[in-house]
């Protein structure tokens, strides 16, 4: 069973609390809607040819999602992944841990109007969503995992699981 990690009455400030919601997927399910919306008008955009489907597809996913910088660290009981999440508050945030991986997804919903009364469309300067998903080098627990968001900086700490017990076999 997997644990989403969401800022659900945390503890400090920067602190994300553990629950267990699955909204994950109807948050993935509305950014793919927006990506195909994208793609369609890119396609349109260039007359409807054929043959740059794929291409409109990835500029789509581009404009829309920036995947952050990670760095997974390891020591002998855990797995520490620090996340760059600039922009983004604990309240924005949501990770999904798994026993062998961990999702992070970010939304800011913001809109910035210049003063000739213009709205922001697109940027490459900041983003509104993230999202990154991670393999981790070993199996960890879930349940006992923990994050912290401090100056942009999201670190989650997985606990790892349990190694394998052997069980001897006793003949009768």
């Given at each position: 069973?997997?644990?989403?990690?969401?800022?659900?009455?945390?503890?400090?400030?920067?602190?994300?609390?553990?629950?267990?919601?699955?909204?994950?997927?109807?948050?993935?399910?509305?950014?793919?809607?927006?990506?195909?919306?994208?793609?369609?008008?890119?396609?349109?955009?260039?007359?409807?040819?054929?043959?740059?489907?794929?291409?409109?597809?990835?500029?789509?996913?581009?404009?829309?999602?920036?995947?952050?910088?990670?760095?997974?660290?390891?020591?002998?009981?855990?797995?520490?992944?620090?996340?760059?999440?600039?922009?983004f508050d604990a309240k924005e945030l949501t990770i999904r841990a798994e026993p062998n991986s961990i999702s992070i997804y970010g939304k800011v919903e913001k809109k910035t109007e210049s003063e000739k009364g213009a709205t922001e469309r697109y940027s490459e300067i900041s983003c509104n969503e993230v999202y990154r998903e991670i393999l981790l080098p070993a199996h960890v627990n879930p349940d006992k995992a923990t994050a912290h968001l401090e100056k942009g900086v999201l670190e989650v700490r997985l606990a790892k699981a349990a190694k394998p017990k052997m069980i001897e076999i006793k003949a009768a």
């Open positions: 069973m997997a644990t989403a990690l969401v800022n659900q009455k945390a503890q400090g400030k920067g602190q994300i609390a553990i629950a267990r919601p699955a909204s994950i997927f109807e948050e993935m399910d509305q950014l793919m809607r927006r990506i195909e919306e994208r793609a369609f008008n890119l396609f349109q955009q260039r007359g409807g040819g054929d043959g740059f489907a794929l291409s409109d597809w990835f500029r789509a996913e581009h404009e829309m999602v920036k995947a952050m910088p990670i760095r997974v660290e390891e020591t002998d009981n855990e797995v520490v992944l620090h996340a760059e999440v600039p922009g």
